[in-house]
């Protein structure tokens, strides 16, 4: 007799989904299947939002999410993108971007609920959950922004009814006065495509006639076709506990999340509870009126009291996840979560590169490695494909990519100022050394000549990243001499998967990389390593092109090299990262356009500064270069040496 | 200024038609491009004959070519079968098979010139070249060969006059009477499809009027569109070497195979003169008739008399390939080839597995394992599908396998008679132990009880491959107690790709493997088995189903499992072989009916051997199992032993 064996599992979170995959197919059942589409890793990508929560709650795994408000400038959005970089990488569920009424917030402003919440999606990779509210607009207006909403890719909505504009309530013709109303419209309209949260109130809403009435209310959401429920914030566990029994007992059996605010400051919490109508208990006023003029002893206290009632709630069973007001603040939620153990602070990586969270992209698997630093920029140039290389890239009969032309949109702009810029990047540039060094600068996070520390050069957003930082000695010495690098990585031969630097993709598999390099360099330069290239056939593969588009390679012309690959327990090979020529001469034009964009601009026309970015731009090279031997020593930095070498030595020799 | 640099490759042929892809795509061009549709290794595979020819000659590789004629019988095919395997494995560039009007030769007799070209174009992966003679057909009868030949996956075809039967000339109605008439009507009728080669006469046709006015019809052949020229046999290298000059010297350009006969015995030549016109110098007269009824003296003459005019040949800078007359038999040819350095002692494989010559598959890259010692029958089971999994095995919607009922087909069944069989595999079984022993000898290569060595199994039509040799003494060790292996591969943790035993591939890469053990087994074993896996999640994924297809598995059920792959420069990751859930419940099938068909039914039906093998049909399990973790020590060999520990042990554990 042979018993079905169920599949144990890991303690990844998102191997835990392919627990279903344990079968007992009989007889010819298996002849019916048609083969699976994608073999994407992570069953968490393709899953909707409510079976995300579904699964872990069946596998008792507590999670978290975050609340946003849209913010009210543009350098405010260039924030908060970071921001979602930063929380998203603690692990949120999913995060919910509230509706602003006032703002425009179906617009494409940047600092729109829409464009926000879109931005969260595409570039951040973060499951997003949009609010959106029902009064004061026409059904037709409504529709409108759902319909938009579905095409950025946003697939969870936040059925409110909003408060009326200016505290006087007018009932829009033909549209509608309730929340129930507009969830009813988006299943008549959009059938099953969003899933949808609705409302709760742990103490009744302050305009319903008595708490009972309220939760007759919420029932008809529910019924209506809610998925789950967020609750407005309360401050005791034992509210939302009888708020979660009531719920239940008239027949509401989806998830219901708390809301959880932890205190952050005297004003902010006086302006909630004045909009929220709730009060503060004695408990809480005792401890904080005190020291209402002491901001840090106000947050410490918040923390500590959240701490503790999430701790209630968790240990009651009652309670899958955790909501958290954030109030677009960090510290404080992330502190809470950590105390909770709930913050990742080891994220997995399921790829080696940021997935999006637009359902178009869900089983994108493979990227050029030209845009590693810039991720933003590739979504943005390929958010027009219809569908993604998925396996091979050689296979995909892309479309081509986008222009790269509206370097201002905020999710692509740099996070600093033009006077930061200028600080880390040179007030004035005296010659192409002035340009190594700040190159070096970066490499090396010492601070420049005038004392700055470079944290970014035009194709990198961010710090040095900890792989990089593996190669920074090498990195350093061939900046100090004009081999500008702006891109690259150590060869790897088989390190386990949940390496803390290297590893991606689910345990118990083997990551491996081929070194990668890719550089900016002079025309003198390129003549020397070609010589010297010759010597490294068929080891090292080459691409070297300058702004014209003059293109020298010893690859093939159409096949990608790949670069990082994954070999997984029970998966096909996953090969998330390739060196391919046809988008080589895409990134060649971005990558050359930097230069002018992003550098050369922040100087008055026809300085000298500006001229010597300029003379880079029109006469210096891109190289790449990969050394296919992935077992042995990265011999790329040899070639550089060679080059060198062979620069230094009489000149004869570079006949 | 950057000169363009040429690719250079190393010496393995199929990379070296890559160069064309050193490229300098200046400016845009590149964005013209499309992706290419397949990572296809190796070019030769789709290259066309005349395009590997002119790779060849600009190379200067010089190669050879085999001629076969169909069989007689039905064994004749089988053994002729065998015999593309091994030669095919020397490397010739083609076979062709000679066309016989008597044998009715486009028909779908096993034996027929169209049937035998097919086999070695699907199953026996040789590029091959098919006869055709027009004399006596009528236009619509050769058009009908032709389309059958193009359906079959033939691309090419020798265009002959033929001679007339029973020597009686008599001109076809509406047919053709010379060759080039039948050149004019492939090129009309097939456009370009077909590579064309043409018969060349060193000393004249003996039909022709003289020697130039043979010439000039060979010239009208090649002007009509044939694309190279295949010589009669001849004596001496200089009337060759003559008649290319006096072909260049009339305007023929294209490629000319001097027709290589290596004497094999006094009857043979005599009758091969006889059927050509030929006059056999004096100076081999001489020798062979004091000779003539010593045949291995004869053989030896005739090996180094060919040897001495193929060096000739090949020193004049005139032959880019031989040609050579076989005969249908192996020694002398193979010797010949062997003396001249043009044999390959020890092909690489471009894949693991031998790949088939139709076009259409030739983008296939991918394969279950399952089928590893069964390739004919897998191509067989898989002849109807219109695409091949190419890259990722899981993103195919291929069609369903067929079935595999045609057991009788000659390149299905196998090699060896009936009484061979029960000699290898038992006269007369005892008991289940008897057929462990089968296995047992199979896998030890020592003789079974009867004296016989047992040199297949229904699984396996040849003697242990030199990589299970490896693991040949735990395969033993198992077999003895009822782990009846039918596949396995050892784990390979980046061997070179040149690597005599599991290489495969382009030079300079790295191949891969994930240890993989399949066996049938009994009930009672896999009821350990199971538990004993437990311990090895999530490092052994497993299958395991019975004839019922009562199916365990812990793998996921529709994705695939990566056991064999490779990475070579300049390329994408390749992972040619993988444990696939979906077509294991086709093996699953045909592994089962193997016991019925090719061993059960070697006894009486109600006979207590025949019983035995039934038994063992209905009740035993067919497992397969992979070890993830293919940097350390295989481990299966492991879970085996646990599995006997656990069945050694008192039976309470076995609860």
Not at 164 to 175: C, I, K, L, S, V
Not at 256 to 263: A, D, H, S
Not at 303 to 319: N, P, W
Not at 348 to 371: N, Y
């Amino acid at each position: 007799m042979v018993n079905q064996v169920q599949r144990v599992d890991g303690g990844w979170q998102a191997s835990k989904s392919d627990s279903s995959g344990a079968s007992n197919s009989g007889g010819e059942s298996s002849k019916e299947s048609s083969r699976c589409s994608t073999p994407v890793l992570d069953a968490d990508r393709t899953d909707r939002l409510r079976d995300k929560m579904r699964r872990r709650m069946e596998s008792g795994d507590h999670w978290f999410s975050l609340e946003f408000f849209p913010p009210r400038t543009s350098s405010g959005a260039v924030n908060l993108i970071s921001r979602f970089d930063r929380m998203g990488s603690g692990g949120p569920l999913f995060i919910d971007i509230t509706w602003h009424p006032a703002g425009d917030p179906g617009s494409d402003k940047e600092t729109s609920s829409m464009m926000i919440a879109s931005t969260a999606v595409n570039y951040c990779g973060l499951e997003s959950l949009l609010h959106l509210t029902c009064c004061n607009q026409t059904k037709e207006k409504i529709t409108a922004h759902l319909n938009k909403a579905k095409r950025l890719g946003l697939k969870n909505i936040m059925a409110l009814r909003g408060d009326p504009m200016e505290d006087r309530w007018e009932e829009e013709e033909g549209g509608f006065s309730y929340a129930v109303e507009l969830v009813k419209h988006i299943r008549c309209e959009f059938d099953d495509y969003f899933d949808i949260c609705v409302a709760g109130y742990p103490t009744g809403h302050p305009e319903a006639e008595s708490y009972e009435d309220d939760l007759r209310h919420l029932k008809e959401k529910v019924d209506a076709g809610a998925d789950f429920i967020i609750t407005q914030l309360f401050f005791r566990a034992e509210t939302f506990l009888k708020f979660v029994k009531d719920c239940r007992a008239i027949g509401i059996t989806c998830p219901i999340l708390p809301g959880i605010f932890p205190i952050q400051g005297y004003q902010s919490l006086r302006q909630l509870v004045k909009l929220s109508k709730l009060e503060v208990p004695e408990e809480i006023t005792q401890v904080i009126e005190p020291i209402k003029d002491n901001d840090a002893a106000i947050r410490n206290y918040g923390i500590q009291q959240a701490v503790g009632m999430c701790k209630v709630l968790l240990e009651s069973g009652e309670v899958p996840g955790l909501h958290f007001y954030t109030l677009n603040r960090e510290v404080a939620t992330i502190e809470v979560l950590r105390q909770l153990g709930l913050w990742i602070e080891d994220p997995r990586r399921p790829l080696p590169w940021a997935i999006s969270a637009h359902p178009k992209r869900k089983v994108e698997d493979v990227r050029p490695i030209f845009w590693a630093s810039r991720p933003k920029s590739y979504i943005y140039r390929t958010q027009d494909w219809d569908e993604f290389p998925n396996g091979r890239w050689g296979n995909s009969s892309s479309p081509a990519f986008g222009e790269l032309n509206d370097y201002y949109l905020f999710y692509l702009k740099s996070k600093s100022s033009k006077d930061d810029l200028l600080q880390m990047w040179g007030e004035e540039l005296m010659s192409e050394e002035s340009v190594f060094e700040v190159f070096t600068s970066y490499i090396t996070a010492q601070p420049n000549r005038g004392g700055h520390k470079v944290m970014c050069l035009p194709w990198n957003d961010d710090p040095l990243a900890p792989e990089t930082n593996l190669l920074k000695d090498e990195l350093e010495k061939v900046n100090r001499r004009g081999i500008l690098t702006i891109n690259s990585q150590p060869n790897i031969n088989g390190k386990p998967s949940s390496d803390p630097i290297v590893g991606w993709g689910p345990p118990g598999g083997y990551v491996f990389q081929k070194a990668y390099l890719e550089f900016f360099t002079s025309s003198e330069n390129v003549t020397a390593l070609l010589k010297v290239l010759k010597k490294y056939e068929p080891r090292v593969n080459y691409h070297i092109v300058n702004v014209q588009g003059k293109n020298t390679t010893n690859a093939h012309d159409m096949q990608p090299n790949a670069v990082t690959w994954g070999i997984f327990p029970g998966r096909e090979i996953v090969q998330p990262t390739v060196v391919d020529p046809v988008s080589f001469m895409y990134w060649k034009d971005e990558a050359f356009a930097l230069w002018i964009e992003q550098w050369a601009k922040l100087y008055e026309e026809e300085s000298p500064s500006r001229m010597i970015i300029q003379y880079i731009h029109d006469n210096y090279y891109l190289v790449n270069l990969v050394d296919n031997d992935f077992p042995l020593d990265n011999c790329l930095w040899q070639v550089i040496d060679d080059m060198f070498e062979l620069l230094d030595s009489p000149p004869e020799n570079l006949e």
